[in-house]
């Protein structure tokens, strides 16, 4: 609940911070004190510390899981902050609306991690949806990101469509006429029809929402055209924030019914794997590339909707703590340069060796080299589902998708390394590679102790 | 204790090194691979068994994976075999002039912290990170010194690699998921006695197989490495070569065949016929190469064949000559590379027919080399034959297979081939006339006929007196037969 109202309150704040302060390194300082608050009130709250008192009549529901995510979410979103709270700043007029939209989608996160009925969840990700759309077309000038947030808008509302009908064919089905999530399902053996046909819309809503194929075609122009900054945690924070929804949806609501709907989130997982990676190779610019690797990743992330156990839960927060750390990282490196193409990080590694140095960790990460949260998190993934005992034909599947992927990602790294050139000129400052090498840190101490993240799912106080 | 110093020293100095100057990185990592060779050393010499050699802590508790490291005499043989090579190459390449000289030791000391964790690890997913942490250098290296097509080269070998070891990642999670207390620990592994059936074990196989028989490499997998050991710098081809290698050979012998003994039996044969074209296939494309690197990198594939074979024989005879094997190949190899790349620093070519007669103007070379060529071709009274033999015996009283006098017959035939490539390289680079660009050839340096005098002097040693290899391997070569299937 902490996270809920203050994110909110936060938002308020920083909307009008623009009255008030007239530079933009100031309203960016705040963001981050905010953040930072934010952070330490949920971390408070996992820690059993209840700042407010509200009866959701039982609308909401906090667990470990829920928390844990957030106190993920919030930290991508700090760290994106230190990176590229000045580039934020600088997207167009009103710096602090900037700001205030991001909080306002953190509150919608924290309601759709949290969520015990069907409409929180709807409202949770209309709350996260809307600010999105105009945070994506922010960079009034630019035809390319008010294309992306029209994209974005038209196809989102129709998914929110489909989403609706889902809950209402849900609510439908329920035989207590509910829509508490642990009701929906109660005592059904089978499916019935009715149910199965609000379960597709809204898995379908949602796989849209989480970009995985064949529901992906949005992200890459919408990532594409958005201003850098905000790609960077529309691809990480919210995409985390929406799969944490479908899974608790389905987690708590559909898991004895996993018989009836595993096959489709299989295939759903096997063509998310196989459009992401084998698309990602064609791409000329290492932002769309991202894109396309941001779909792959979900792919990935799908194995746990899959199987739905212990692994798979552990195994979901740690790979979005990864997945999250080495984009921010990547694209606020991206979001310093102007020439987002391959070519543009040619003799990077001479230029700007500490940027180098950390991108490469990043890349490594993301193809899911051991030493690096990135295997990890794909460890527990794979293992998931090998635990399930079926499904080797998407384990395997999924290794040749990795092995496609160490040729896009290590395609920056050899420019980076092996390719001369005369770099763009990059304006970094010293903190900013000071904070890029603190992330890729976290990302190496991430693949030697996940302990330490993992462990807080069954360390609560509530 | 001695296990964690083993990977922890390297690997400090690897990273003490990137922070050097350029100058004076050479030095340093020189000194921290002497240090390495003392700890292992020492580590040589404690008997078996003893406390100081196993290290066992608490690591990945989620996932029932223990930082545990184990010094056994097959462990202890690669380890001499690392710790003695990094030296050699430092010094035999001691003239050679780097770019970013700081990088490029750091990045060596750092693939041997790598190889040496991966020979030392007792717990498959530990064994599994190193296996990458050793990869991931020899990629940064190869691909940053080396010739004017190593960014390409490197990468193939990397994608195959890689492709290879996520096969074994499935099936190390599938294996670690069936064992009683579903760890990782090689304990656990090797109790696992028909808990996986005889069908999951001939998948299982595969997917181990083909991440051992890419490193090593085993024909069909072999594509990569003669375009990577041309395209790299020597003494990255050194490291490739001499010790990369023996990563899928232990890989069999360590985790493979004692962890599923039926498998390992049942595909016997297949594996074993795959070598035995490798090894002719090499032998070959060996004998009608023109250039220096491709016919050692040719050759290498075929001793390896032969080794790989060796081991599917499941007999005394046959592992103790693998174990063997491993570090007399790895000692060879190197010597051959050093030769190699003291010829082409001297003319620029690697082409056998631009030259000859260097035995009239080299003659310490010419010795040194042919010391080292006899025992590459097994030579009696060398190191290579001892190996060679007991192999050759091995696959010979094979109760495994049907077919051993065939697999016998054709591997012999790789002998004299080999015999046949080595000797006629040998004639024309260093006999015959000598030509415009061997005119004014000069002799090596002290450097470089230290560590070559060293490597023939090791390769006559052991050839008179085996003894002491036999001694640290023996409970090695016990422990892994023991394990393995060999029908009644």
Known sequence: MNAIIISAVLGVIMMFSGIFLKKNSSIAALAILGIIILLAVTIMEMSGYHFFAVDTHGMLFFDAFGLLFNCVAFAGTLALFLLNAKDIAAIGNNPGEYFALIFFVLCGIAIASSFNTLLMLFIGIEIISIPLYILTGSDKRNLKSNEASLKYLLLGAFSTGLMLLGIAFLYGASEKGSFFIDELAIGKAAASPLLMAGLLLITTSLAFKVSAAPFHFWAPDVYDGAPTPVTSFMATVVKGGAFIAFIRLFGDAFVELKSQWQIFIAILAAATLLIGNITAVFQQSVKRMLAYSSVAHIGFMLFALLTLNTLAREGTILYIAAYSAATIGLFAILAKMKDHGFEGFNGMARQYPKLALAATIFLLSLAGIPLTGGFLAKYYMIASVMQTGHFLWLVILSLFCAAISIYYYFRVIQAMYFKEGQGQHLEVSAGFSGWLIVLAIIVILLGIFPQWLIDRLYIIYL | MIPVLLIVVPLLAGLISFN?????????TL??????????????????????LAVNAEW???????????????????????ALSFPIIFIATWNEQYKKARNFFGLMMLSQAGLIGVFLASDALLFYFFWELALIPVYFLASQWGGEKKVQATFKFFVYTFLGSLMMLVAIIFISQHTRDHSFSIASFYGLKGMISAHDQTWLFWLMFVAFAVKMPVFPFHTWQPDTYEQSTPAVTMVLSGIMVKMGLYGIMRWLAPVLPIGTYLWGDAVSTLCIIGIIYASLIALRQDDLKRLVAYSSIAHVGLMCMAIFATTESGIQGVMIQLFNHGINILGLWIVVYLIEKQFHTRKISELGGLAAKAPGLTLLLLIVTLGNIALPLTNGFIGE?????????????????????????????????MLNMVQRVFYGPVNALTEKAVDIRLNEKMVLGFIAVLIILIGIYPEPLFHLTKDAVESVLAKMYVKP
Do not use: H
């Not at chain 2, 050097?20 to 340093?28: C, E, F, N, T, Y």
């Not at chain 2, 000194?31 to 100081?52: C, H, M, N, R």
């Not at chain 2, 996932?63 to 056994?72: E, Q």
């Open chain 2, 389 to 421: 033999f007991l192999m050759f015996n091995g696959i010979y009283t094979s109760q495994s297979t049907t077919y051993n006098v065939v697999f016998m017959v054709t591997a012999a035939i790789s002998i004299i081939l080999a015999a046949m490539y």
């Open chain 2, 31 to 52: 000194f921290a691979s002497l240090v390495t060779l003392g700890i292992t050393l020492i580590a040589v010499a404690l008997p078996e068994g003893s406390k100081q």
């Open chain 2, 20 to 28: 050097l100057k350029d100058a004076s990185a050479k030095g340093w």
């Open chain 2, 60 to 82: 990945l508790t989620a996932l029932n994976s223990r930082f545990s490291l184990n010094v056994d005499g097959l462990a202890k043989i690669l380890c001499l075999l690392t």
